[in-house]
């Protein structure tokens, strides 16, 4: 009997935490998975009836969802390239033994201690074409004549978007890059020094490859970050012009919450959750093989 007791009470402790993952994590998920093969809507009582892949076939067909999908990949792709671009860039002087460089790695993290919905706020703002600094600046120069309506126009409004999403994330990206770079061996680049190696054979042969796990870490994280932006998108562009901006989750929200067809808006989630997933597992298979 005490040796029962003592197998299961390693389970006994953990069970309260296993029963709220259930509750809070478990229950919705399964329960979102019922609901996308339903034509529920918000507003119509009795509307949970299962219609079986209806809202899939739906989804298929729709040609928003499919510019909301490709927006979604172009918007990740620039963002997180451009991400990691900048943020190497300012790691490699911020990992110099400067004067100052506490205090310059502090401020680097300032754009990351801002919510994104301030951010959105923040640069709707910036590019507002009537009282933004932006035009203001472009003013001042004479550079422009009239204003530039940055976040209606079809060629300028993704930009815009961007902007903002890569000023809050770069500073992530600093902060992993650089504590990648202050861990990494002094031995190889004594070497390397001592063999007359110039500063790109150095970086090209030792700290790129040396910092690449690092930097998978920071591309995994910030990519499903991304991936999930809702708060910028939303407040800057709300997906306009004609959907040029709408990304995945700004697209649940129109279909599932103004449009009320929450059947449908469960269907775009769970393609879009298996599709991150996917994403997610292909970036830490690219990690496990810089590991090895």
Known sequence: MARLKEKFFPFFLISPSVLIILFIITFPLGFSLYVSFTGYSLLTPGSMVFTGAENYITLVRDPVFWQSLKNTVIFLTIGINTELFLGLGIALLLARELKGGRILRTISMIPMMFAPILVGFQFKWFFNDQVGMLNNLLYTFNVIQRPIIWLIRRDLAMFSILVGEIWRGTSFMIIILTAGLMSLPKDPFEAAEVDGASGFQKFRHI?????????????????????????????????????????????????????????????????????????????FRQLLKTRR
Not at 214 to 224: D, E, H, T, W
Not at 227 to 241: K, R
Request: hydrophobic share 50%.
């Open 207 to 283: 700290t790129f490859p040396l910092l690449s796990p690092f930097i998978f870490i920071a591309m995994a994280i910030r990519s499903l970050d991304i991936a999930t932006a809702f708060d910028i998108v939303q407040i800057m562009t709300g997906g306009g012009p004609a959907h040029r901006t709408e990304l995945i989750w700004t697209y649940v929200y129109r279909v599932g919450i103004v449009d009320t067809q929450f059947g449908l808006g469960c269907a775009i989630s769970y393609v879009t959750v298996i599709i991150s997933v996917g994403f997610a597992y292909y970036l």
